[in-house]
């Protein structure tokens, strides 16, 4: 028998010594890790136990199926399946066909005004998708649609020609919201593509269609599937489109079922989780195809060591008219909507621009909206929700994205997954599966703006992660080795040769987080209680109310206007880089 010769430790002093024996990096690391795994995956498991659990007056009772057989036997889930996949492929698709068209026009040719074009890709970002909507049903709407009405004078029409209440009214209004995304996701294939390729097929006797389909579109083929992926995701996920323009058309998708079972009279919180995890395991199965088809990209690369030059096809006469088509398409699907909420917010009722008659010219609204009782909370509430959750995010991706990277690469893809995986959840969710988890837990976040943060956080996390991803990626090893050769830390190395290198690519992500979150809804709706509100909220609110149209596009303005100002502000940051890498 073996005798212990030393004394026993206790387990508290063991867990003592182990702690006291990690460095703070790690420490603060491993907390990153924990707080962000907390923000994952507690909504999510809230979101399950609450689709499992009775609804009763008192909150989830006991374990049942009832949720589901609720949900899912009624004939009414089959035109939700239906809407939402033709609503998302259909402006999958055709944001798909803009914003490759542009990406073409602006990366391939020389096209003059190509950099106006890609400014005013960035500035859209600024626009938030609720106010673009409803400057849509400004334009088209069968009633108040200055469009329709113009078009009735001048060809003596009596019904409207345009029905923005329609399937094909709400993928237009998404694909025109939605198409500078694609430039941007289709933009830097285009560029790295070598049309040394084309040119060879061309000397060869291939005509223009045969090179497209045969050389350029199988290049093509990773970033046209994962781009139209990516925008099938954002298509599900949409709310304010389906909120404002499917419900008067009674088309429903999921989106706004489930906020219906939640914001109802008699709130159903299981058969709303039932509905989330159908449309989740939708956007899941979405995103493992989009990562399963960008995992073998390398296959089509065109860029290689051995004499890449990246050129671009020469036009000739073809090169304005090519510039005046992409210019008619922003001003059409980016320009009419904005112009059309500047002019109506100096207007009482709707009013035909340009026309006799118009009436007079007024600040009324402006004078409205700025005393209006809950803006200034709004404004406040928005701004600080975009400061906190983008700096916070920052600073935990960059922090994850250096373990993966760096501090662990065996379990990198863990952690890049854990940050990765709220892509697939839709805002709407988000906002749900936050409400049933901070109901359960006894932790006093409901009705304050502490819940909206979580929801953000959970939110936007996934692009804090690929900016972060993408600026450490460009940062040789050799620099953090030369510092820990030198005896720096690994906290010394983070905040000392990492954070200066990485301020341009951190100032950009703080910058998006920030437009992101001022503009946000989806979640928002499910979360604001008496004493909160936001831009976004507020703004529907003031639609729905059936108040002054004027008044609604004059919030509009006012909310563009500085959006508009920061992410030109981002423009001409970026310009400054590559200014200095030249």
Same mark, same amino acid.
């Given at each position: ?6 004394? &026993? ?8 010594? +182990? ?108 626009? #938030? ?9 400004? /334009?088209?709407? =069968? @009633? ?13 029409? &009596? ?62 083929? #990773? ?23 499917? @419900? ?18 008699? #709130? ?31 296959? %089509?690369? *065109? ?33 009419? =909507? !904005? ?82 995986? =709220? ?24 009705? *304050? ?31 953090? &080795? ?13 905040? +000392? ?7 341009? !690519? ?37 639609? &729905? ?12 303005? /006012? ?9 030109? %502000? ?13």
């Amino acid at each position: 028998m073996a005798l212990s010769t030393g004394i &026993e430790v206790p387990a508290t002093a063991r867990w003592r010594d +182990r702690l006291s024996s990690i460095s703070p990096a790690k420490l603060i690391a491993i907390i990153g890790v924990v707080f962000v795994a907390w923000l994952v995956l507690v909504p999510l498991f809230a979101l399950f136990y609450t689709a499992f659990a009775e609804d009763t007056p008192y909150g989830p009772g006991d374990f049942t199926f009832d949720n589901f057989v609720n949900a899912y036997s009624q004939w009414h889930l089959l035109s939700l399946f239906w809407n939402s996949l033709v609503f998302a492929g259909g402006a999958g698709i055709l944001t798909l066909v803009l914003g490759g068209f542009v990406a073409w026009a602006v990366e391939r040719t020389d096209m003059p005004g190509r950099e106006v074009f890609h400014s005013l890709t960035l500035l859209s970002f600024a626009l #938030p998708g609720l106010l673009t909507t409803m400057a849509w049903m400004l /334009i088209l709407s =069968p @009633n108040v649609g200055w469009v329709n009405s113009l078009l009735k004078i001048w060809f003596g029409l &009596e019904t409207a020609p345009f029905n923005i209440y329609s399937m094909s009214g709400m993928i237009w209004v998404l694909s025109a919201h939605y198409f500078p995304l694609a430039y941007l996701l289709l933009g830097p294939a285009f560029r790295s593509l070598d049309v040394r390729m084309e040119e060879a097929a061309y000397m060869s006797g291939a005509r223009q269609m045969q090179i497209a389909r045969r050389v350029t579109m199988p290049m093509m083929k #990773p970033a046209i599937l994962s781009t139209l992926l990516l925008l099938f995701v954002r298509g599900i996920e949409s709310f304010e489109v389906p909120r404002l323009i499917g @419900n008067p058309a009674r088309i429903e998708v999921f989106t706004t079922d489930i906020q219906a079972a939640i914001r109802g009279s008699s #709130p159903e919180l299981g058969v709303a989780s039932a509905l989330s995890i159908t449309l989740l395991a939708i956007c899941i199965l979405t995103v493992y195809l989009y990562r399963r088809s960008t995992r073998n990209a390398e296959a %089509f690369a *065109t860029i290689t060591g051995k004499g890449y030059k990246p050129t671009r096809m020469k036009l000739g006469a073809w090169r304005w008219p090519l510039a005046g088509i992409t210019g008619l398409l922003f001003a059409f699907a980016l320009g009419l =909507p !904005v112009a059309t909420m500047i002019w109506q917010s100096l207007f009482q009722k709707p009013t035909l621009p340009f026309m006799a008659g118009a009436g007079d010219m007024t600040f009324d609204n402006y004078r409205f909206v700025f005393g209006y009782p809950i803006f200034a909370d709004a404004v406040t509430t928005s701004v600080s929700l975009g400061a906190m959750s983008a700096t916070i995010i920052v600073g935990l991706a960059f922090m994850l994205a250096w373990i993966a990277q760096r501090a662990l690469p065996r379990y990198g893809w863990m952690f890049d997954l854990l940050a990765f995986l =709220p892509i697939a959840f839709p805002s709407i969710i988000v906002g749900a599966s936050i409400l049933f988890a901070y109901l359960l837990l006894p932790i006093p976040v409901y009705n *304050t703006i502490w819940i909206l943060l979580i929801a953000y956080l959970t939110l936007y996390m996934p692009y804090g992660m690929r900016f972060a991803s993408g600026g450490l990626v460009q940062i040789h090893k050799e620099l953090e &080795e030369a510092a820990h050769t030198s005896g720096a830390s690994y906290g010394q190395v983070f905040r +000392r040769v990492l954070m200066p290198l990485l301020i341009p !690519v951190a100032l950009s992500a703080w910058i998006y987080i920030f437009v992101l979150a001022v503009r946000e809804l989806g979640a928002s709706i499910m979360l604001v209680g008496p004493g909160t509100h936001v831009l976004g909220t507020i703004s529907l609110t003031m639609w &729905e109310e059936g108040g002054s149209y004027g008044a609604v596009c004059a919030l509009g303005v /006012i909310q563009i206007l500085p959006l508009i100002v920061i992410v030109a %502000f981002l423009r001409w940051l970026e310009r400054r880089i590559q200014g200095s890498e030249h």
